[in-house]
């Protein structure tokens, strides 16, 4: 299986792995951005973090799940001042077929300007490009409408509604979406 992408640079965008130096600012965005990720984003590894400690040790995390493949954190970085924008998660969903699941969050400063669909497709592109993949899926709660258009918006296809799964932090119960795309799928859309 190739190796996940560590870095992808798009118009406005440079992704890349994380690495130790970025903790201290990686704790200040995830406390900053802890309400706006509660609803959707409440099992992100952002959420644990109280501290540059706690940052470093999930910087060291996602290099350990790179390293093994299984896993690749990229942090999204504006290309014209190398500001945070958002995170782009890839996970290996079948290493056999290979197929991988995609995820993402857009930091709160920067909401509404087309960065996460911008890294988002990037990254499903280099997936099917470089990493041969056959299917790269997205699943997102069924009340989050900005991840259903992101997923809609490259083209992914809905494919199941598993209802009221997850209980949140206030009590209420939402479901969850699956999305996927497929090889062939993705380069029809290429080809126009």
Request: hydrophobic content about 40%; glycine content about 8%.
């Amino acid at each position: 299986m190739p190796a996940l992408p560590s870095s992808l640079s798009t118009t406005r965008l440079d992704l890349r792995r994380y690495v130790p130096e970025d903790a201290a600012w990686y704790a200040t965005m995830a406390l900053r951005n802890r309400s706006h990720l509660a609803r959707h984003e409440g099992d992100n590894a952002a959420m644990r973090i109280t501290d540059e400690a706690d940052a470093i040790a999930a910087i060291n995390e996602f290099g350990r799940e790179a390293d093994a493949e299984n896993a690749a954190f990229l942090g999204a970085f504006r290309r014209k001042d190398s500001v945070f924008v958002g995170q782009v998660y890839i996970g290996v969903s079948n290493a056999n077929l290979p197929g991988y699941l995609v995820g993402y969050f857009c930091d709160e400063a920067h909401l509404r300007q087309g960065y996460t669909l911008e890294a988002t497709a990037a990254t499903v592109a280099a997936l099917f490009r470089d990493c041969n993949a056959q299917r790269v899926g997205l699943w997102c709660d069924d009340t989050n409408i900005a991840s259903q258009r992101i997923a809609e918006r490259i083209g992914m296809r809905r494919e199941g509604h598993v209802r009221s799964d997850k209980r949140h932090a206030d009590g209420s119960i939402t479901g969850s979406l699956c999305y996927g795309l497929l090889r062939d799928e993705f380069l029809a859309q290429e080809a126009r």
